[in-house]
């Protein structure tokens, strides 16, 4: 098995066995957050350019911690001292980094499909740190990975997630990600929040839509949580009150999910409004263990990008879609790059 | 708002499916070791590493993937027929301390480390199947030191090939075999290939 795209854009396209290649990946990088070195020369010489179209202080401490434990450099380009701010086009902004040649993009965004598109005129693999309300690949990998190492799979559970699903592309991810092993998900919000369409969005994998958080809890295997994103709310909205009331996972609640339940949120919490300080804190929940396997699975992913990646590339001067895809196709075809005589017994 | 994307049209793929190699065929020239002079050349060696500790007290063996992991267990199983002490055991992949991964291979598939002791003050022995570079070794050890600081490090393999790159030694060594360069020496253990010898295969063009 190996992973066959060059770019990290979304779950969606990726098969079962090829997300259970990445998780397999990540677990020795799990091990090296062990270790009290945890600094590699893999990817020395190397730089990751990471781009925050979008304010993250987690996603991105985070990935920049997996690429300097792996020994490679980063470049930094953050929101607020961005020349998005003077008028610089977005494409243009990633020309401009990849003219610094880095050898990888990582890249969030707060428009939806932003990180495919710039990866179709970029010749270095690009990986998406989350896009608008599209995906969140790797929150999706480091959730499903922290499920299985709990629970030692992450086939047929029943899933509940929790919160403002409509602005969610972390929820998009882990219904991509999950819904590829069978598991059926629960979503519970209030109404304004849980929009009909994400049913719809896998087809094949069961996805239903409650209103009550008793009735969502019932026999959960793991119960996703998401952060009530104030920063986000265009029209309706709900008051800090009536969540707590009807939302807000506290113990009593908790007890109506299976006894093994896991409880997961991608951070911030804010406690004593979507979940109460006691289940944060308590047995069930894996927020750190997310955070740990956040680290491993970026190490993955860059690795995989980045460690193998050779010379053959064409050129980056034709910045134009069709042209970009024509290539790759010539490549598949008919163009075997160089092969590398391979020393063995080494 | 639930977004769709053309994965197929903008899906771009890397090399790694298309490497194809030069029409090659591999010819056995001699059988070096038989089922039973591999056994009795790690009980051998087993003996000679008790000896030279001066014992199994902070002895621990860590066998390099693949061939190293079975070897080293072998000599840990011959080292409990001496002394009646178990001497732990670990593993270690090499893959992300390689000097040359972006030579090899696009994506070398990454295996689990197990070392499932404290290394710090340990006297360890690392266990490969054959010397040759050096590289392997070197790599090993980086990857070694970054879990801490043993006592000492030593090196034993079950075939010495020469053609060292590097000023890497083996302090326990199965056997010296002369080789040329086009010569590959594949160690078949039945853990790995359900057979057990040691053959030298030459490679021809």
Known sequence: ?346 | MALKFSNSASARFTGALMLEFRPMRIVEKRQLMSAAEIDRTLQRVAHEIVEKSGGTKHLALIGIRRRGVPLAKRIAQAMRGIDGVDVPVGTLDITLYRDDLSKVAPQAVLQSSEIPFEVEGMDLVLVDDVLYTGRTIRAAMNGLFDLGRPRRVSLCVLIDRGHREMPIEAQYIGRVVQTSDTEIIEVRLREIDNEERVVLVDRVE
């Not at chain 1, 920049?64 to 792996?70: E, Q, V």
């Not at chain 1, 480091?142 to 799979?153: E, Q, S, V």
Request: hydrophobic share 40%; aromatic share 4%; with cysteine.
């Open chain 1, 1 to 346: 098995m190996s992973y066959r795209f060059r770019d990290l854009l979304a779950l969606e396209p990726l098969s079962a066995a090829e997300i259970s290649f990445l998780l397999d990946q990540s677990k020795p990088f799990q091990e090296i957050q062990r270790h009290p070195l945890k600094k590699l020369a893999t990817l020395r010489g190397k730089t990751v350019a990471l781009a925050f179209f979008e304010n993250s202080t987690r996603t991105r401490i985070s990935f920049n911690t997996a690429a300097s434990r792996l020994g490679a450099d980063t470049m930094n380009l953050q929101a607020e001292a961005s020349s998005l701010k003077k008028g610089e086009t977005l494409l243009d902004t990633a020309f401009n980094l990849n003219a610094m040649k880095p050898d990888c993009l990582v890249m969030r965004h707060f428009s939806s499909g932003a990180a495919d598109y710039v990866a179709r005129h970029l010749d270095i693999p690009v990986v998406n740190a989350g896009d608008g309300t599209h995906e969140h690949p790797s929150q999706g990998l480091l959730d499903a990975l922290t499920i299985r190492d709990r629970k030692g799979t992450i086939e047929n559970l029943n899933v509940t997630i929790l919160g403002d699903l409509s602005h969610s592309r972390v929820a998009r991810s882990n219904i991509h990600l999950l819904g590829k092993f069978g598991c059926r998900f629960t979503l519970c919000g209030p109404a304004m929040w849980v929009p009909q369409e994400l049913e719809e969005i896998a087809p094949g994998t069961p996805i239903r839509s409650v209103y009550k958080i008793e009735e969502a809890l019932e026999d959960a295997d793991v119960i996703i949580m998401l952060r009530v994103q104030t920063e986000r709310q265009h029209e309706a909205s709900i008051s800090a009150n009536d969540y707590i009331h009807g939302y807000q996972l506290n113990a009593e609640r908790l007890k109506r999910a299976k006894p093994d339940a896991l409880v997961l949120h991608p951070g911030p919490m804010n406690r004593g409004i979507e979940i109460t300080p006691d289940v944060a804190d308590g047995p069930q929940s894996c927020v750190l263990e997310q955070v740990t396997n956040g680290v491993a699975v970026r190490m993955a992913i860059l690795y995989l990008l980045v460690a193998g990646e050779q010379a053959t590339h064409p050129a980056a001067s034709e910045p134009v879609a069709h042209n970009r895809r024509a290539t790759d196709r010539a490549q598949q075809n008919n163009e075997p790059p160089e092969p590398v005589p391979q020393k063995r017994n080494s």
